[in-house]
């Protein structure tokens, strides 16, 4: 059975970095992706950054092209995302989720998510 689980949020002032974990369990796909999704109160989840379990390709919405970094340890079966000169904006509930089933930048077919690790930036 498929597991993840965030790790690595808190709350931070504008320009400071965060690293979120990811910890996938039960996830022995030969092919598909991880990606993180953010969640601010009131709003829609979107999509933030995806990688490929084989590593070759990564994706990144525009908001965040250029600060956030998402890459994989397979050995550790971790997924993070290194965010650097964080803004308001960027506040949210952050979820990863897997699929192995993934088309462009996009999870399709049954996806996984975990439970959300919380990131706020505030003065």
């Known amino acids: 059975q498929v597991q993840l689980v965030e790790s690595g949020g808190g709350s931070v002032q504008p320009g400071g970095s965060l690293t979120l974990s990811c910890s996938a369990s039960?996830?022995?796909?030969?092919?598909?992706?991880v990606g993180w999704f953010r969640q601010a109160p009131g709003s829609e989840r979107e999509g933030v950054a995806l990688?490929?379990?084989?590593?070759?390709?990564?994706y990144y919405d525009d908001s965040v092209k250029g600060r956030f970094t998402i890459s994989e340890d397979n050995a550790k079966n971790m997924v993070y995302l290194q965010e650097k000169d964080l803004k308001p904006d960027d506040t949210g509930t952050y979820y990863c989720?897997?699929?192995?089933?993934?088309?462009?930048?996009?999870?399709?077919?049954?996806?996984?998510w975990g439970q959300g690790t919380q990131v706020t930036v505030s003065s």
């Open positions: 990688i490929y379990i084989d590593g070759r390709t990564t």
């Open positions: 989720a897997a699929s192995a089933d993934c088309y462009g930048g996009s999870l399709l077919g049954t996806v996984y």
């Open positions: 039960g996830y022995t796909f030969s092919s598909g992706c």
